[in-house]
């Protein structure tokens, strides 16, 4: 009676430990194609390494398994600025800041009566 289980495929090995890391990849490769942030289009991909090695007598084999995948990056933020003069408020001098370009004109009121006032970075200038 042969009670020996037999394996269908090499990443069958370790109680299926190599699979699982397949599937656990291929979670991480589905959840960046999903993510608004990158491109979804672009090519993610899973690598599946085994290095076989043996003992000097060419017998007991042994496999290293390495499952890497290899995803896409956050796509890059950009931000349009441009120069603007604000006066200090203690001093009462001119400092030169930066304004986010934006599609909302300074001043302009809203349907909800709120006036759109335009953020501005002082950098520090020591």
Do not use: C
């Not at 979670?27 to 599946?48: A, C, F, W």
């Not at 085994?50 to 890059?76: F, G």
Request: hydrophobic share 35%; aromatic share 2%.
């Amino acid at each position: 009676m042969n009670t020996k289980k037999k394996k269908k495929s090499i990443l069958e090995m370790g109680n299926g430990s190599i699979l699982e890391k397949v599937d656990r990849e291929y979670g991480k490769v589905l959840k960046n194609i999903q993510d608004p942030n990158t491109d979804p289009v672009k090519v993610r991909e899973i690598t599946i390494k085994l290095k076989i090695t043996a003992d000097h007598e060419r017998k007991n084999p042994s496999i290293l398994a390495q499952v890497t995948s290899k995803l896409q990056p956050v796509n890059p933020i950009k931000v349009n600025l441009f120069d603007v003069e604000v006066l200090d408020q203690e001093t009462g001098e001119a400092i030169k800041a930066q304004q986010e370009a934006s599609d909302i004109a300074s001043g302009q009121i809203n349907i909800d009566g709120e006036i759109h006032v335009p953020e501005v970075y002082i950098p520090h200038l020591n």
